[in-house]
């Protein structure tokens, strides 16, 4: 079993945050060096050049998140998950989830959806994630559809497994979140389990689930591999299944 990141290229998540932690980190630094030099004000100088190392180890720990620390804890994730036999990826973007599962569960036929918007996502397209699931070869299992996740174009209890990585936080809305635990729910079958990870929001995604009558419901924080520049940007794991009636 790859233990690893899969195969190919997952692009950035949200691919203009680390960008910004450089240019302030930058900008901090300048204005430190100012301080320093030039205002003969080196108290100043020192705060503010701390802040620009924090906003260097900032982006350093965003760019660590999404190109290696996140994929490390999928694996423990699905690892440590019962196997499923039919699974959605909700918000699935280039793909590292869906292969992962494909990768953890070699029985299992494997659907993605996602709007393929590129701002969540650099390259986030379903050529992309076509691509990365040839190089690993599970494309045969895996199927990709562009489809809204409060609007899931899936039958009732169509999944054993659904996960979520970093996806639900991207609806602005308490209303359209609450849609996208609805759909996963109704998708679910019974007995299957919902698998969340994501940054925001997450004891509101369990609240509402606890309202729909899951069961085993968890949560916990996934630890500083999953920091998107640091422990005030963590991420959480939330688990939960559907009864069987």
């Not at 998540?13 to 205002?39: E, K, N, Q, R, T």
């Not at 999928?74 to 280039?94: I, K, Q, S, Y």
């Not at 209303?175 to 079958?189: H, M, N």
């Not at 929001?201 to 899951?214: F, M, N, S």
Request: proline content about 5%; aromatic content about 10%; hydrophobic content about 45%.
């Amino acid at each position: 079993m790859n233990r690893g990141r899969p195969l190919g290229d997952y692009g950035v998540d949200a691919p203009w945050v680390p960008w910004m932690m450089v240019g302030f980190g930058v900008i901090y630094l300048v204005l430190s060096g100012c301080a320093f030099w030039l205002w003969d004000s080196p108290g100043f100088g020192v705060v503010i050049g701390v802040i620009g190392l924090l906003m260097f180890v900032s982006a350093w720990l965003y760019w660590h998140t999404t190109r290696r620390g996140k994929f490390a804890v999928w694996r423990e994730v699905l690892a440590e998950t019962p196997a499923a036999t039919r699974v959605l990826d909700m918000g699935c973007g280039r793909g590292a989830v869906s292969i992962m599962a494909a990768q953890q569960y070699p029985q299992a036929a494997v659907t993605g959806i996602d709007l393929w918007r590129s701002v969540d996502q650099s390259g986030n397209t379903p050529d992309a994630a076509e691509r990365n699931a040839q190089l690993n070869d599970v494309a045969d299992r895996l199927s990709l559809l562009t489809g809204d996740m409060t609007q899931l174009p899936c039958a009732d209890g169509s999944f054993d497994l659904v996960t979520a990585s970093l996806s639900i936080h991207n609806i602005h809305t308490a209303d359209g979140r609450e849609k996208a635990i609805d759909e996963a729910w109704r998708v679910l079958s019974p007995g299957g389990r919902l698998l969340i990870v994501d940054i925001s929001k997450t004891r509101e995604y369990e609240q509402r689930l606890r309202d729909l009558g899951a069961a085993d419901v968890r949560r916990r924080p996934v630890g500083w591999r999953m920091w998107w520049s640091g422990p005030w940007m963590a991420t959480t794991e939330l688990r939960a299944m559907k009864p069987i009636a």
